[in-house]
């Protein structure tokens, strides 16, 4: 629509015509064929993957049990759509040439006084037998009111009653808040954009309980998510589901994985986030964000847990290194080199930005484990 | 919808549908009577124009309705008086087919609300609930074939090496590196065994898969956590023992992690 009203009026307020019809023309052809190559290869993709993702074997295991099986196979589609963007992006590229073009050799319009046209005297003859639509539409205020109070009364309806009835979503004893340096982690997870790619929900599907919780697992509840604000549901599977990824991999797996995934899952497409590895966290607002989801939220914090928020953060994140280093002595090896290398301008790890995320990473989906044992047959 | 069609066994689904065609037959009739009295009432000019209009067949009435431009004469009927920069705009009569569709998604709103209201119809939580009883329900009769795998059962078998290999890839070597290696989880090729519970390599593997390793929960249970099966655990033991018996130990030279706990004597 952008492009249609670009090259209706440019040539207007520039007093010409548009420099190249031809190109326009290609623009056009180009921005559908970019569309089509965009969209469609992503519905075969979907289907191609979901219906993998479903695959069951009789003895009620997966069929594509790897994430990456199922991502390698629509990789052909993602190429496809690359190329759909290509055109896309080649067409407007000609817009810009045109318009350019169109602008140089026109001469702008400058303001010229102008009234709107008096409105036409609607005689009766003409109002005879018209229906509502029409003489609403001649009544512009009462057409805003009466809109405004159609949409209303559908925004209410849909939203007032799951804000006011508390009783709406379960809780769950057994979900705790977030420690601090959780906080911090998830904080990571949304500045990295993490939840573009990976959701966090896993739908009442039999292959999505098997996949990411285990034959005795759970679909996620909603009462599990009532300490996350905002909530990281997310919209696209790009890679895995994370909702229940706390304690499947020990902490020196996330490290290298966020290192360059690469190294841990051969064939994965994640980009890599090295600067998480480098990057000192910074703590200062820590307090201040438990502080705010105790007061604006209501996230049950004692004043004994906010007061000691940094020695709790320190304690977590100590205890995790110590995991690392005793998992996968070549990190330790590279911190020691480091250190010894920048002196006093190194950053111990356990004050770097991954062990945060690492920490958040970790803690996913745990708290519901303490039930999922016991809750393990499905009627 | 058609796969498990009990409606069709029901008594109600076909008085249903006889009280809908009658119904429907009824409205037809009315309407005939209905046309019949107002065909009267035209003059004998509308009389012949109206029988021109019922003589177009049914569907070129639709695409009539979807794509036929009018005349000059009934443009300037329907042109609406609002216009800018020379854009005029037509008050068109509503597509046929736009309509029948926007009144049945009506009439399925309607439908669905009271499906949805007064039925367990579209509850995920209870479809989710008999998805998986039934599928639990035709795991028990596969495995009336084919029994699941416990300890005792477990054998080895050389034609499980390839699939054990793949499990292996999927589950293990996040801890184990491939091959088996070694890193964050111990070597898996040397002679060296942390936790030994079992009398023979292949049931040992199978222990740990089932139970986990009591001093390190990172080795998890994975056959009772119910990550992998017992039948997929007897096939990553067929591998583990391929690469640990019938392989050379990977050893710190080349990469593999160091060796961990006693040495073990294993029986065959």
Redesign the interface.
């Known amino acids: 629509m952008a492009f249609g009203v670009i090259y209706y009026l440019v040539p207007v307020m520039w007093r010409t015509k548009i420099w190249s019809p031809k190109l326009a023309n290609w623009h056009f052809w180009l921005g559908t064929l970019g569309i089509i190559f965009y969209a469609v290869p992503m519905y075969i993709a979907g289907f191609t993957q979901g219906l993998m993702w479903k695959q069951?074997n009789?003895?009620?295991?997966l069929v594509y049990?790897?994430w990456l099986d199922t991502v390698t196979a629509i990789l052909p589609y993602f190429k496809m759509r690359f190329l759909g963007g290509l055109f896309y992006l080649g067409g407007a590229v000609l817009m810009v040439i045109n318009v350019y073009k169109t602008i140089k050799f026109g001469s702008f319009q400058k303001d010229v006084p102008t009234e709107a046209a008096a409105l036409?005297k609607?005689g009766t003859s003409?109002r005879q037998g018209e229906g509502w639509h029409?003489w609403l539409?001649r009544t512009p205020h009462l057409l805003s009111i009466f809109a405004f109070v159609a949409i209303a009364i559908g925004g209410l309806v849909e939203i007032v009653p799951t804000l006011t009835i508390k009783s709406n979503v379960t809780q769950l004893s057994s979900v705790k808040p977030y420690s601090p340096l959780e906080l911090e982690g998830r904080d990571l997870y949304v500045r990295e954009g993490c939840n573009s790619c990976h959701s966090q929900m896993i739908?009442?599907?039999?292959d999505e309980?098997?996949r990411f919780d285990?034959?005795?697992?759970q679909?996620s509840k909603a009462g599990e998510f009532i300490y996350d604000r905002p909530f990281l549901w997310g919209s696209k599977r790009t890679g895995p589901d994370l909702q229940r990824e706390g304690?499947k991999?020990?902490d020196?797996?996330h490290f290298k994985h966020m290192y360059n995934p690469r190294i841990?899952s051969a064939g994965s497409i994640m980009p890599r986030f090295p600067w998480l590895i480098t990057n000192k966290l910074d703590r200062t607002q820590m307090t201040a964000k438990v502080r705010l989801m105790k007061n604006t939220f209501d996230v049950p914090y004692t004043k004994a847990e906010i007061d000691s928020a940094d020695q709790w953060a320190d304690n977590q994140s100590k205890a995790i290194v110590k995991r690392i280093y005793s998992?996968?002595t070549d990190l330790k090896d590279q911190m020691e080199k480091e250190r010894s290398s920048k002196g006093n301008a190194f950053v111990p790890l356990e004050d770097r930005e991954i062990i945060a995320l690492i920490a958040y990473l970790q803690r996913l989906g745990t708290d519901i484990r303490t039930t999922a044992?016991k809750t393990a047959s499905?009627? | 919808m058609f796969a498990d069609a009990d409606y069709l066994s029901s008594p109600f689904f076909w008085g249903l549908l006889v009280v809908v065609c009658l119904l429907l037959l009824i409205l037809n009739s009315i309407g005939d009577l209905v046309e019949n009295a107002t065909f009267k009432l035209l003059t004998d000019e509308e009389k012949q124009a109206y029988l021109n209009e019922k003589a177009i067949p049914y569907f070129r009435k639709l695409w009539n309705s979807a794509f036929k431009k009018q005349s000059p004469i009934e443009e300037k009927q329907i042109l609406i008086d609002h216009g800018f920069d020379g854009i005029t705009e037509l008050d068109n009569a509503l597509p046929k087919w736009w309509l029948g569709l926007l009144y049945f998604t009506i009439f399925s709103c309607v439908v669905y609300l009271i499906a949805f209201t007064f039925t367990d119809y579209a509850h995920p939580d209870v479809e989710y609930q008999d998805e998986s009883r039934m599928q639990l329900a035709s795991i028990k009769e596969y495995e009336k074939t084919a029994p699941p795998i416990d300890i005792e059962t477990a054998v080895y078998d050389s034609e499980n090496i390839a699939e054990g290999e793949q499990i292996f890839k999927t589950n293990c070597i996040s801890c184990h590196s491939e091959s088996g290696k070694g890193g964050i989880g111990p070597n898996l090729t040397d002679k060296q065994w942390i936790n030994i519970k079992q009398k023979t390599l292949f049931k040992n593997v199978f222990w740990m898969l089932e139970n986990g390793s009591p001093n390190n929960p990172a080795m998890r249970p994975f056959i009772k956590e119910g990550t992998i099966s017992g039948r997929e655990a007897e096939k990553v033991a067929a591998y583990i023992y391929h690469i640990n018996q019938e392989k050379a130990p990977i050893t710190e030279a080349q990469g593999g992690a160091a060796p961990q706990g006693e040495d073990a004597d294993w029986q065959e």
């Open positions: 069951f009789p003895d009620g295991t049990k790897n036409a609607v003409r029409v539409e739908r009442p599907f039999r309980v098997m285990g034959k005795n697992g679909y304690q991999n020990p020196s797996w841990t998992e996968a044992v499905i009627k």
